[in-house]
């Protein structure tokens, strides 16, 4: 899709191995050429090495040599997706599993930030989240 040439998607992680794998596998099988930037914050687990073990061309990731949070983390993922010539970058939480299909009404929406409809189970119930407003 001709779209997402300078798509970057920035999954941050910490000691997440249950998840990022998983995470990744739906997000590569849904979108075979996504460019993906790991921003590890000094993980102890064998999280990147899991990682590495799925041998995706298109996957950098970037190690911190200590936990600096989220925002200093994914900042870190997105000057180097910028320096890549990034035109849109997805900031991904590395516990998700996407569909395919979810990026395209994200990328043709005319807003300059937007994020995707969050489907998840609390207790028994499915709930969906369709976002908000920004009060600048």
Avoid: H
Wanted: charged letters at 20%.
């Amino acid at each position: 899709m001709k779209i997402m040439t300078n798509l970057f998607v920035i999954i941050l992680n910490f000691n997440n191995q249950k998840v990022i794998i998983p995470c990744l596998e739906s997000l590569i099988k849904s979108y075979p050429k996504i460019n993906v930037i790991i921003v590890d914050n000094a993980s102890v687990d064998n999280s990147l090495q899991c990682i590495d073990s799925l041998k995706y061309g298109r996957l950098k990731i970037i190690k911190n040599e200590r936990n600096l949070g989220f925002a200093k983390g994914v900042n870190k993922g997105i000057r180097f997706a910028l320096k890549q010539g990034a035109e849109e970058v997805l900031l991904l939480n590395s516990d998700t599993l996407v569909n395919k299909g979810f990026l395209e009404p994200l990328l043709t929406n005319p807003a300059e930030i937007v994020g995707p409809i969050l489907k998840f189970q609390r207790g028994d119930r499915w709930v969906y989240d369709f976002g908000g407003k920004i009060n600048w």
